[in-house]
């Protein structure tokens, strides 16, 4: 059984930096891609980032393109996304999914992630 849990989220001032993990049991990470989605109240989920099985593969959307990234270590199952630069926008809950697929490419199509962890709170104030 696969299980997802992200974490590392907070209450952070604008301008700050805040890296999220991700890590999932039950599922060999350097086959699959993974990718954090985030959705703020009263909004659809928005993709965030995406990354491939190996890490050498890679799309961020625009919005944190430049503030953002994301890698994985899959030693340790684990992937992250490190925000800096956050801006009261990017309050929401974010999340962290698995494709599981035979396709190890990242992807920015949430329908492709089978599994999906419970969410972390990031609040962006001063």
């Known amino acids: 059984q696969v299980h997802v849990a992200a974490s590392g989220g907070g209450l952070v001032q604008p301008g700050a930096s805040l890296t999220l993990s991700c890590t999932a049991t039950g599922v060999p990470l350097n086959t699959y891609a993974m990718g954090w989605f985030r959705q703020a109240p009263g909004k659809e989920r928005e993709f965030i980032a995406s990354i491939s099985g190996s890490g050498g593969s890679q799309i961020l959307s625009d919005t944190v393109k430049g503030r953002w990234a994301i ?56």
Do not use: H
């Open 71 to 126: 890698s994985r270590r899959n030693t340790e199952n684990t992937v992250s996304l490190q925000m800096t630069d956050l801006k009261p926008q990017d309050t929401a809950v974010y999340y962290c999914a698995v494709r599981i697929s035979a396709f190890g490419s990242p992807t920015t199509i949430p329908t492709e992630y089978k599994a999906w962890g419970q969410g972390t709170q990031v609040t962006v104030s001063s």
